[in-house]
């Protein structure tokens, strides 16, 4: 009785289509050493049963967050912030050797130590 405006398959059916190319969970059994199967969660490489979606909410969801000091953000703007500050420190002692070694080459001092008191007795 299927008009011809009328897809062959039921609509549901195109979406088991989707469902059926999914990914699927790549937890393995303990009890059958076989694999789960079950479609993983969208970004996830496990279903619901197996993890997905675990774990603690971030940032003020989270039942700890008491100021934001400690967000993955604020803590990753801190750390790159740190090895700015060391590279420059590198770069900065690097310009001061070449300096002062250019400084010894121009201004070739023999002896740059205190002259030694004369030994008495
Ligand atoms: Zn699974």
């Given amino acids: 009785m299927a008009d011809d405006d009328q897809p062959l398959e039921p609509f549901w059916q195109r979406g088991l289509v989707a469902a059926r190319a999914a990914l699927r969970c790549r937890a393995r059994s303990k009890r059958t050493k076989l694999r789960c199967r079950a479609p993983a969660l969208t970004g996830w490489q496990v279903c619901r049963f197996h993890g997905a979606r675990g774990g603690a ?10 100021h934001g000091r400690r967000t993955k953000a604020v803590v ?9 500050w060391k590279e420059n420190r590198a770069q900065l002692k690097a310009i001061a050797d070449r300096l002062t ?5 121009e201004f070739p001092v023999a002896n740059l130590t205190r002259p030694r008191k004369p030994q008495t007795g």
Avoid: M
Wanted: with cysteine; hydrophobic share 40%.
């Fill in 57 to 66: 909410p971030c940032g003020k969801a989270n039942g700890a967050f008491r």
């Fill in 76 to 84: 990753e703007a801190r750390q790159a912030v740190k090895r700015r």
């Fill in 101 to 105: 070694a250019g400084a010894a080459a």
